[in-house]
């Protein structure tokens, strides 16, 4: 059945593939389970979860794969869009999140921090990570349960 709201958006966290892939594809106008997502986010029906250490990896890889002016720009919508949490305020969820492997923890705390209704991502193993704390997803799936 379909989860869709007229009140507050959905808090999301969107792992970075996925907020790379849908910021390369709405820009060359691609429509993509991760370009619906993103554009969402931008038109703020979707609220997304974002850390420093989240927004730093995203910047990081959009430089690497786009340069530096797309970087910039997405680094500009994601700051003018969404609250982002620092490394400091997430250490006191990292302690409940002892399960879960260390290369996933920092985003599992922004996930808790956030209170998350969804993670969002292509990384299988990730989402396997934290199946059971949070309803993880791929971007397919998830435009197909919230109709984005």
Request: aromatic share 6%; hydrophobic share 45%.
């Amino acid at each position: 059945m379909a989860e869709r709201s007229d009140e507050e958006p959905q808090i999301v966290l969107i792992d970075t593939n996925v907020v790379i892939e849908g910021a390369i594809n709405l820009a060359s106008n691609v429509d993509s389970p991760e370009a619906r997502i993103w554009s969402a986010f931008l038109q703020g029906r979707l609220k997304a979860a974002f850390s420093d250490v989240l927004l730093f990896e995203v910047v990081a890889v959009a430089r690497r794969l786009m340069g530096k002016d797309f970087a910039s720009k997405l680094r500009s919508q994601i700051i003018s869009k969404a609250e982002v949490i620092s490394k400091g305020e997430l250490a006191s969820h990292i302690s409940q999140l002892s399960e879960v492997p260390k290369e996933d923890i920092a985003h599992a705390a922004l996930a808790t921090a956030a209170k998350a209704k969804y993670i969002i991502s292509h990384n299988r193993e990730f989402l396997r990570s934290l199946n059971g704390k949070f309803r993880c997803v791929t971007p397919k799936s998830f435009v197909e349960i919230i109709h984005v």
